[in-house]
């Protein structure tokens, strides 16, 4: 990789990181995300909005999250020594309050009347339900049938919460779904709505806007890890859906040519099964998806595949335009760990440390215990706990009988 490699500022000013990104949108909605745009990069410099946002992050969401050094696994496996970056300790349990907190903020500067959105494994959509219950603004979530069964209790805190729940049952009715019914619903009224989508995903300025409210996760990491150990890390590693999580911890990093950076996607059942995994880098290819140019797991007709992931939040044919650059120059690897080795990286995390992860984080864990013993014992993996597995546990004890 060339380290002079100018990564900020990016994306350009049409949204393009590279070939990917971009608005591939009709005309009414390019000028509704043009406004966002505009009302983005005017209202997040503002004293009175860093303020506000400064004092949630800390006061509500409870950040910084803490490093922690997993030194039972370590031991147990040998090799590098493995920390967890624990966005699972973030009030409502995952990393996704990180920019919900930032695109309710904005909706409300903006005098929007409604935010809307999609979840996939249900956290989106609660962190969302609760930024809008803190900031007194209607919210709206729409969530395929698949994943309303799979993460009930992620259903019910939603429906506690006061936001009014969607049920999608087209197609897979999975996250894709779910996007498209979203989408429409915006494209009633974009003057008055707010889409806030839930990774670093779908048309500019999203991926930018996202991504910039999750990088908090990397800022804070990098000074943690500097403190406490004198150095970097060797690896970093974070689970793939559509991106938010790991360019969240990423992108501090990028020009730490040191830094070994790995993405983890989801390989499912196995990566020779078409359909039953949604390892979009892996096996994607350029194409276009949700608004934006990225990596897509495609038919052969050219319209997105079916998907699979034992994590729901994972289950994505597309993938986040930047990653779909940092691929193509080299910057970030993209690993993949199958629902199997998340599921046992789920139970050795459990039992070892006392932390539950998410279905999704468990991916990133599953990596670095697989990466772990083949490395010497002086190297550090920081691993992104994005979530913790609480909306996952009945789920996982059914399908090992526990
Ligand atoms: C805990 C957790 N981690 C990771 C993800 C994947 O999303 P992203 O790749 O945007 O971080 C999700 C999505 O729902 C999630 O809930």
Redesign the pocket.
Known sequence: MNSSFPFAPMPDEHGFFGPYGGQIIPPPLKQAMDDITAAYLEISKRADFQKQFAELRADYVGRPSPIFHAERLSEQLGGAHIHLKR??LNHT????INHCIGEALLARFMGKKKVIAE??????GVALATACALLGLPCEIHMGQVDIEKQHPNVTRMHILGCKLVAVTRGQAT?KEAVDSAFEEYLKNPTDYFYAI????GPHPFPMM?RDF?SVVGREAREQFLARHGRLPDYLA???????????LFTAFLEDAEVKIVGVEPAGEGLDRPGRHAATLTQGRPGALHGMKCYVLENPDGTAAAVHSV????D?PGI?PQHSYLKDIDRVQYETATDQEALDAFMTLSRIEGII?????AHAVAWAMRMAPTLPSSQNILV?L???GD?DVDYVAQRLGI
Do not use: F, W
């Not at 839930?198 to 995903?201: L, T």
């Not at 689970?239 to 999580?245: E, F, T």
């Open positions: 966005e699972d349990g995952a990393h996704k979840t996939g494994a249900g956290q989106h996250l839930g990774s670093v995903v996202v999750q974070a689970c793939v859906g559509g991106g938010s999580n790991s360019i969240g994590a729901s939040g994972l994505y986040g992860p998410a279905l999704e984080s992104n994005s979530g913790r909306k």
